[in-house]
Structures are given as structure tokens and as C-alpha cells.
């Protein structure tokens, strides 16, 4: 079942125009001092309040001079009508209770991801944001970096061609963690970047996963996604916490050029590749040159477009700001994050099943 577009909220909380919108982080562990930041720097946003059931962390978070109010309380945040809006870094386990009540309470609400801990729970939060007019985002950091910003770009004006395939290495010695598997770590970034940049109608159909626990810590420490898009083409995915050897690589192929994302390049994180195969349609040929191939190769230059410097999470901040103050959705709305969700859920279940092939029904309907 899809979910109906939201309605434009008209009457949102947020000040009027020219005030900065009040906000509140809640979590103040390993991300939460990021927004925290990152909100101080905006314009956009006064930040208000930093929630965390530890308030001595908090404290430490804000250091020694700030004016910002701690609180161990997320109902006493919620009843702040200076607080219009809030930014969630609590464990995704925590995110259906928390998003739910800031919006209850009206307030519009970013949500570090994942959006919500299942399919399901996502979906009551895009709901109720909807019910009420209220902007939901989910914090997709890397869409916002500037490289996927620039494949995005380059894939929407047409420059690659068609995508044939996709190919995604995110490898490392990771933390192994102690509630999720490495799909539901990792996945969620190639994830959200593959919903990001693909072209409007372009989507994913089904997923295949599998994957491997060498190391007898319950759950799966390096696996493999393999889905199909609607076109025909095809996407791989490769997590893993066990590789010594950290690489963080995206190929995206196009029918006309071929584009390499290094991102631990940083002198050239993109690179696009005037190289490919070219295939002459059977119309164009005479019988004899049909039977020869259709295939030539293609060998022209490589071009690094150049990127600007910025911190994705300060591009992240001012879209929220953008969307509440628009009532427009985000980039990365809730319905993204629900996309993300349904192909971890479905990733899953293919892992259980020995890797069968599960086909995605709802979220690109979302
Ligand atoms: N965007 C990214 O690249 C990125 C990177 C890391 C983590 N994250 C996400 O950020 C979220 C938080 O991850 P983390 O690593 O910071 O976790 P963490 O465990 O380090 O911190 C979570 C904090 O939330 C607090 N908390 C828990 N329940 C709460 C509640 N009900 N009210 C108030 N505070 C509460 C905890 O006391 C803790 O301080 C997760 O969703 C994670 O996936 C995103």
C-alpha cells in the first residue's frame, strides 16, 4: 500500500518569518554533538535544549558556558513552545517512541538514520508527520555530502547515460556491533545514496543478500546485496567489519560514461570516464556485420570534476531548515527512509532465507 503525498504544511510551528527555528537535539552519545554543532553554526536554527538521559554527558557535550538547557526529560523538551523543532540521535530501537511523541507534540522532527528500527515503524511516522503537516527527515549524511550531491547531479541531467550497473564497496575493520548485523550498519549509506541519485522512476525491484559470521558473533559480518532496478540494471552492495583493508568505492556505469567515487581519495574523490562499450543497434548493420558483433569499445579521457569543500551535515542542517520553512519535503524525507527500510527489512529476510530473491512491493510507492 503507498503512502499519499504530504499535504504542504501552511501553518507549521516555525517562527515567523526571519526567526530562527527553536530545535532540540536528543541523544547526546556518539552523533548527537555533531548536530549539536552543526545546528550552533546555523542561522537557520537557535538550538534550545539538549535532551539525554544522561545530563552530566550533556553538560559535557555543551561545555561549561553555554546557555543551552539540559534535560533528562523528553516530555518537558516537548512541552517547550520555544522548541519547534527537534533532531533525533538516540538508538534506532528508540526512534518510533521519540519521533512519535515530538510529533504529537507538533513539532517537525529530522531523525538520524535509520528512520525507525522496522518497515513498519517507519511508516507510522511518515503517517502521523503527514496527519499533521509536519516536515519528517531522516538524516541521510552522505547524500549530503558534495560528491554524492555531483553524482546526483550527474546521473538527473543524463551526463552517465543510462545506469547499467552500480557497484558499492564499503570495507573496514568495523565495530562489530552488538544489536544489528553488518547489512543494517553499513547498508543503510549505499542504501540511501543508491535512492538519492538514482533518476526519477528508476528504482529498485528486488534484493538477494548474503553473508557470512566467521567469527561466531551471532550475526552477519560481511554480506552481499545484490538488487535489480526496474530498468534492467543491477546494483552490488559488499559490507564488512572484518576487512584489514579499508575501501570505500562506488562505480556507477553508465551507457555513456562510467563514474568512480573514491571516497578516501580526497585529492580526486570522482572520477568520469569517457570509456565504455557501445553497442550498434542490429538496424544499423547488414547481415554480415550482425553476425561480426554489435560490440565496439570506447577509450576517451577521464575528467575529475572539482568539488566544494563543506561539511555535509551543515548542507543537512540548512535542508531541514529549508523544508520546514518551505513545507516542502526534504531531500531525504521520511519517505526516503522508509524506501531504505523496506530493502534492509527485505535484505534480511533473504540472509534467513540462504539468499533467495525478495521482491520490494511498497517502497518506491512511498
Ligand atoms: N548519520 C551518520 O552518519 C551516523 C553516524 C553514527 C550514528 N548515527 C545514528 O545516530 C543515532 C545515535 O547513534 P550513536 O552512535 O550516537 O548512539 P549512542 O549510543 O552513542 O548515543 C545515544 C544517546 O542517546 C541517549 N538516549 C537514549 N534514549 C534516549 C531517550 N529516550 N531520551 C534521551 N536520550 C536518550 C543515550 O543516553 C545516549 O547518550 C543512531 O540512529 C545511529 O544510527 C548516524
Redesign the pocket.
Known sequence: MSVTPPPPATDGPAGPAGEPIGIAV???????PNLVRNFQASTTFRLRRL????VE?AHRVLGGYSTVQVS?D?DEVLADPEVQAVAI????G??L??ALAALRAGKHVL????LAATYAEGRQLVEEADRRGLTLMC????CYTPAVLRIRELLHSGELGELHFLDSVRINLGLVQRDIDVVWDLAP?DLSILDFVLPPGVFPVSVAAHGADGIGAGRACVAYLTLRLNTGAIAHIHVNWLSPVKIRTTIFGGSKRTLVWDDLNPSQRLAVYDRGVDVASPEELDDEERRDMLVSYRSGDMVAPALVEREALRTMVDEYGRAITTGTPALTDGRSGLRVLEILQAASRSLAEGGATIQLDEGHKA
Open positions: 536528543i541523544g547526546a552519545g556518539y552523533w548527537g535532551c539525554d538521559l544522561d554527558k533528562a523528553l540521535a538516540t538508538p534506532a528508540t526512534h517512541p521519540v531523525v538520524e538514520k535509520p538524516d541521510h549524511t552522505y549509506h
